[in-house]
């Protein structure tokens, strides 16, 4: 049976506000059992202390618990829920919402095809190290398959949601004997995203096994996925994942396609992304954005301080953190191109792109 | 005798680095009694206590005065310095160093003239009112005349330096009886900011006199220059002119244009603005960018809260001020034009272009 | 029949963390029926966009609601929830439950007295005006009422959480015809606050009606109440009080007292409210900590721009809001004297103490 | 021949605010020639990027050259020069002088003594090291012999101003084959506070030698110098020391003890620095303020996160820095011993008094 994969893009008003959601099940637009993960941008600040996007997610169990009938841990269990933090510049607050529902037909040329799947719960020491490659890895190949995707090179983005390391469970690690990556638990952030990209790339067969080992991670930049995207949060144990390709088999008039900005400031990567979508980008900004309905990239600031050789601040401010000066130009960059500033633009790219960028994808209306 | 104004841009390693405009001098590229302005981006916070302005003038000074066989204090009488604080998102910090000197012959159709001008110190009770308006307006015209501009059309950007209100100020007024047009500090920033822009407004025929009175600054946004650029600092009691136009009588092969960003995210005004001074956008981002010397930009948060109909966060952000949000995202849109990123971007944009927008201008090589 | 005051402090992990406030009750330390208000200082910045109170009053409500029997949103409307955001310097993130229940004997001399009382939702042009005032004092007197507390004296602490003007509610009250207060959203938090303290003043008889009006909000700073301690918010429309006394009919061993600092770093009022409750404040730091049990105090930045002739820079920092650095020094202060860092300092004391200083209460065990 | 030290302490209005010392010698008060060192609290932020400290040393420096007869270069390798970043809380900005001149007679049991000595420019492998921990301690006893101080124990307190690495010290030592300590610009600031720390300890006999090494350094913390005070600074490439002592054969009227705060909140440490110096805390906060020169004191976030059991949010804190709110909370509690705030209080204790405490010293008038 061909399935349809749909995707709604609602703002918020604030990182409690899942009024917008509720709206869309009420009036019968979506069906609060096809729903299959939710993405969020959040207004805070992306860091230790953003508990914005744990706020948003309990908003948004607590109001689907009595409209799927189960309780809001049920819920967290059910769908994925990938909340970014941070809004600089000019981002605007909003929520991204993936149901999948049978369809009549498939659509000739495939469209926008969507799969979950979850680890188990990670050991402290597994975090940032080879057994949370594997695992990832195997959840990918489990959200392809339960996605219907064959081909690796159809996978267009794969979201992941992992854990970092609090100082209870370092201490819970120690308490058995175990060694964890790092005792620095901002840095266990990036060393469990960075962990899961590889798992992303290992997965989808752009870095090979061989190449991987426990001192990769963090470490040598070359390696990396193309396609992934991973946010460390404290609020769970196992990743979560999340794969959007372009495959047979579905229905609907979505469509997705990638590319890769080399640097911050990548214009025409973004433009890449919106053809392969089926979008014109037109002399320098989209004309129809009624057709665009998603856009999701990373950014990062360039670990040589420079962007095309001129200085950049971000990683010497110690008033702003830098993943938020580059979460601001970066999305000043793509909404150049798409003229919106409704975009999923996440901070802290290790191993997801290539030093200093990161992947970006769109999904658009036929 | 025909006269021929040069720019140079070079970066700086910090806020107190006059090391690169010592070396363009001590090698002979430039003669320091040949320059008539510096602007620069420094790396503060571009609000109250951002003293990497004041720092970087200083600097500046002390590095000119041997150079020039004057007091520190002199050289900042007689050289119009701007810093504008904040270097958010990508924006890399580096000075303009605006220069002129005698050419053997006018280029055929015009080249970038400069002209400065400075206004008598202000009473503080001036500020943000007539006073301030019309006293902008004739040095506008000086600067005009110096530069030899006779048709205001000619003008494409007129950078002003201008004063604030401290505590002590407003209580020197109110020993003498008068009032102030703000007892708020920060806000008379703006006040003087918004003045001193209606007067360029008043220069160039922008805004007709009658229009005009102290309850519009501040008030009706609907006033505004295309071309004037304001920026507030504590350092000074008068404003500082610089008049840059594209006029006959000037040598040389530099060229500038403006346009008018209608809102933060209008990359085609950007695009337009590199068309009047000679360079090809291209699809999107411009290829000749050795050709560029310079962008200058003004930048504010929308004060409706929307871009485009979309909600941003920056004036409910009590950690990142909303000017910095807003440097941020325009030298994001700026970059994926032009492909550079140190960009002459500078917040508070109080009757500068229209509301939630800003003025742009482009000096390029022919 | 008597009734006795209880006081429970526990420490929160996070702010949405109810745990502790669950464990008291599953545990049979507290009945969730006996509870009539919860106080709380939050991990946010305390600012516009400090999303930490709303998060913690939905968590707080969420777990109660099962065991109240009742939803969420009665839980909110039935108990009084006032949650301060910020926790700069050492201040320690926590909770104060206070619960009433019956008693088998009055202690002799009185003991600690509660009561709570709520206005009706005010329309957005009452806030910050006369409206607010009498609204106030009407339900700082039921509540006394409610309390048991006939003489004003033995009032020591009246908390009270207020709404503030949203963009939606000015332009609601435009719709009609009215004005408001102020349109700066963010300064109808001031507003909001000090027509609140003006209502507390006005009922405690510390102002006389005759000095009221509209005009003295947010200016004459010579009027206060010694005893209120106000904190808007956007999550209501109405004002709710919690007054705390000294009174007769009261069982228990609490007593709570208190004391007015006149300026942040004043000592020896936190001492004098130390000695007011039975404690003995030492030789500078309090040594019985066990007996103590919460601290209640305001904070603000000296709006002279000095602290005992000394100049302080809270109010020209554009990186950290003034009341965040006040919250930290009081915190500081106060933890100098009483040895322990779980404080409820809160910030913006207009028309709540006098200028630069605050209310202090301390309630401790007999 | 005796000498006598003095100490100026005068406020000042910006970080680039040189008029009150230049008032002080143009006044007689101090000969410039006399000045030994000046030691300042600066409103930056104290981290990375706070470019006050260097504007300050500068704005010094170009200020003292015409009165000392010198280049402003040579001013800044003649006088120690410590500015520390960062005036959270109620801190004031302010200029402690240290100048010393001849005496007519020694005060019977000594008096304030000041020693200065510097090490040679350090090669970028050898901070965070043994090898600056050895040159540390021989210039810790050159400044006491200087100071004339023979025992150890008269010694109260130890300033001094460190380098740090940068990018380009790292690669410069890279080049020649050699590694560094860290990698990381920012965590070499600790690393060369620590080991200059150290190198105090080592000197003053707090720390015997076999205990040091290479791996203790930002890693053993129960090795500390109760004395020490250490701030790292991009400008140098030296340890600049300013020893403190009380002594025989210095006259005059000032005296200095120490103390060492065990955890951020103990007023007794304070309190009994200023017994140690002659003054009367009272019963809590100080009344013979005018005899109080100087509080110099060291103030770190607590690194277990807790302070006396409760938690602190300092180290989770990505909006504000935690030395920020470390030194606002050591600022609170000082101040409430002292009733002032212009208080010496710096961020970054490592190895400078125990885990989350820090050393205080009092300097007052006989």
Chains 1, 2, 3, 4 share one sequence.
């Not at 990832?136 to 390391?165: F, S, W």
């Amino acid at each position: 049976m061909p399935r349809r994969a749909s995707v709604f893009l609602v703002p918020t008003r604030h990182p409690g506000d899942a009024a917008a959601v509720a709206a869309l099940i009420d009036a019968g637009v979506v069906r609060a059992s096809d729903i299959v993960a939710i993405l969020g941008k959040t207004e805070g600040n992306g860091c230790v202390n953003d508990f914005t996007r744990a706020y948003a997610v309990e908003a948004l169990c607590h109001m689907l618990a009595p409209r799927l009938g189960l309780t809001a841990e049920a819920v967290a269990a059910r769908i994925a829920m990938v909340m970014s933090g941070g809004t600089e510049g000019g981002l605007s607050p909003h929520l991204l919402v993936f149901a999948v529902e049978e369809a009549e037909a498939a659509t000739p040329g495939g469209a926008l095809a969507l799969g979950t799947a979850f680890t188990a719960d990670f050991v402290p020491e597994a975090l940032g190290r080879m057994a949370q490659i594997h695992a990832t890895a195997v959840a990918v190949r489990a959200a392809m398959a339960q996605a219907g995707i064959e081909n690796a090179a159809d996978v267009h983005y794969v979201q992941v949601k992992c854990p970092l390391l609090t100082s209870a469970r370092i201490a819970a690690a120690r308490a058995r004997g175990a060694t964890v990556a790092t005792e620095d638990t901002y840095h266990s952030m990036a060393l469990s995203r960075g962990a899961s990209a590889l798992g992303v790339a290992l997965a989808l067969g752009e870095v090979p096994e061989a190449a991987l080992s426990d001192a990769v991670v963090g470490a040598d930049w070359s390696l990396f996925s193309a396609r992934a995207s991973c946010s460390a949060g404290v609020e769970l144990l196992r990743n979560e994942v999340v794969v959007m390709g372009q495959a047979p088999g579905w229905g609907g008039d979505l469509r997705i396609a990638h590319a890769v900005m080399p640097d911050a400031i990548a214009l025409p990567a973004v433009q890449q992304a919106l053809r392969g979508a089926g979008l014109d980008p037109g002399g320098g900004q989209l004309a129809e954005t009624a057709r665009l309905v998603a856009v999701l990239a990373k950014a990062e600031p360039s670990p040589t301080g420079l962007i095309r050789g001129r200085r950049h601040i971000m990683a010497d401010d110690s008033d702003i953190n830098a993943t938020r000066h580059a979460r601001a130009l970066v999305g000043g960059v793509i909404a150049a191109a798409v003229g919106r500033t409704d975009l999923f633009v996440s901070g802290g790219a290790e191993h997801q792109g290539p030093e200093g960028g990161g992947p970006i994808a769109v999904i658009a209306r036929g």
